[in-house]
């Protein structure tokens, strides 16, 4: 959700940019109003888009582990993932703006509703012209039109209807509307306060256009300012010269141009530059290097899960694994990690053994995953994606049973994530923009697959075979380093 929010936020703002340096002083305001509602829902759309990198022939993979692991610090100060009360006030100031301007969005419906319902309309063609109380000014609503008698004077009623009669004909309602409720959503974005403000001058030159076009310049424009100073009285007339009437005044004597081509060409080159980076570009590495390298990766939303749950996927392992008579005989016990990627449709493929111990029992806990039945894939952006996990088995020797051939029986010990609370250990430094160490189970033994972000970004890796791990972040991001089952380390970067 955090990337959405910061995409959207950008592709818009970007956008908006664009349209103040090429667009503002334009007068094609059919082709103003298709930008600026179009990059807004481009903006809105752009961040759900994953398609295939444009300049990648990778197989889309995202590396997530499961099982059991810890960590503490060497070198670094650690401290558990925990909710900070700033962070929770972020969320907290959020939701109330967006719930105050909900209300206040509900409050003018109701209004306007209200309105409706009190006033005296008459049908006129598709549009019901309703009459006002004195002392409100003239507006419209979806096709309703709201006029006062006292304020629209006699020689300008029929001009201000057609003002109005232009914001029901060109659909302005459903323009605001949108916007209206875009920036409920994203009320702290500055973009979406400049978009209303624009899309509603542009709402009125568009009107004033279709009213001109059956009046003269100067006769309009007298019509328009007797109406203004009698709706608000004299004591506004000050804002004839610093509102939006004289800058419709100023429009309706330029004479219309049509847009620059090269002005066209570089939006539509922005338009494209953005898709490109936040819909068409990869965001995942290679079956070859994911999961086992230091390299950075994204990752998914929504983590893969068996049909049955977590713990059905752990009873359905240790249920299947036999303990390889070649192992025990030889006394050989330990863990094998195995590491395996569940496909968009939740059959699992890839599986091998990253790390194992030899005698049989590496083969054994490959052959029981490949036989598994399948997940839930996991999803990124709402969409079905691959994810590699890493599971490890353990096997263990119990030298107080024996079988029938007299070799000791064995014991398998599949790591559920609810019986474990130990915390990992981490020995990591942070030199020259980049995070390196090693990760470490509670026992002391080194841990591949251990799950590796950088707080604040979608950036990461995996541990290595050896558990160690390299990842670049600027020094404002920390690291967050966890496994399924154990708590969630920090490590701060002392700045």
Not at 16 to 39: I, N, P
Not at 365 to 394: D, E, H, L, T, Y
């Amino acid at each position: 959700m955090n990337n959405y929010l910061i995409e959207l936020s950008l592709i818009h703002m970007v956008l908006m940019l664009g349209y103040w340096f090429f667009l503002r002083g334009e007068r094609q305001f059919t082709k103003l109003r298709f930008f600026l509602l179009g990059s807004t829902v481009l903006a809105l759309v752009i961040p759900l888009l994953k398609l295939p990198g444009l300049f990648s022939n990778q197989k889309s993979v995202v590396a997530l582990p499961i099982g059991d692991i810890s960590v503490e610090t060497i070198a670094v100060t650690a401290q558990l993932e925990t909710s900070y009360w700033y962070e929770d006030l972020i969320v907290w100031v959020y939701l109330f703006g967006c719930l105050f301007f909900l209300l206040k969005f509900i409050g003018s419906l109701i209004h306007l509703i209200s309105l409706i319902l009190k006033s005296k309309c008459k049908r006129v063609g598709s549009v019901n012209i309703c009459k006002l109380e004195k002392g409100q000014g003239s507006f419209s609503f979806f096709n309703w039109v709201f006029i006062n008698d006292e304020t629209a004077v006699e020689s300008g009623f029929d001009a201000i209807l057609k003002h109005e009669i232009a914001h029901v004909s060109y659909g302005h309602t459903y323009d605001l509307i949108f916007i209206e409720l875009f920036k409920i959503c994203f009320w702290w974005l500055p973009s979406a306060w400049f978009l209303q403000r624009e899309i509603r001058k542009i709402h009125e030159y568009q009107a004033d256009a279709h009213a001109l076009k059956s009046y003269s310049i100067d006769q309009y424009s007298s019509i328009l300012i007797q109406s203004t100073l009698k709706s608000h009285g004299l004591a506004l007339a000050s804002s004839f010269h610093n509102g939006l009437i004289i800058k419709r005044l100023k429009t309706m004597k330029e004479n219309v141009k049509n847009v620059s081509p090269w002005k066209i060409g570089t939006l539509s080159i922005l338009v494209i530059v953005l898709f490109v980076v936040f819909a068409c570009t990869e965001e995942t590495r290679s079956d070859e290097t994911i999961g086992m390298t230091g390299e950075t990766f994204t990752l998914v939303e929504e983590q893969p899960e068996f049909v049955g749950g977590m713990d059905g996927f752990y009873r359905f392992v240790a249920g299947e694994v036999m303990y390889p008579r070649e192992a025990r005989v030889n006394g050989v016990e330990g863990k094998v990690y195995v590491q395996f990627v569940v496909e968009k449709d939740g059959s699992l493929s890839s599986v091998e053994a990253v790390k194992g111990i030899g005698f049989g029992c590496d083969e054994e806990a490959v052959r029981v995953i490949k036989k598994s039945p399948s997940f839930n894939p996991g999803k990124q952006r709402g969409k079905p994606v691959r994810v590699r996990m890493v599971m490890p088995i353990s096997f263990q020797i119990n030298n107080d049973k024996f079988n029938a051939d007299n070799s000791p029986q064995g014991i398998i010990i599949v790591d559920n994530v609810e019986s474990k609370n130990g915390q990992l250990k981490v020995d990591a430094r942070y030199s020259n923009g980049v995070w390196s160490g090693i990760v470490y189970s509670p026992e002391g033994d080194v841990l591949p697959g251990a799950n590796i972000v950088v707080t604040g970004t979608t950036s990461g890796t995996v541990s290595d075979l050896d558990g160690s791990f390299e990842v670049k972040a600027d020094k404002v991001h920390d690291l967050n380093i966890s496994f399924v089952g154990y708590e969630s380390v920090r490590m701060v970067h002392n700045r």
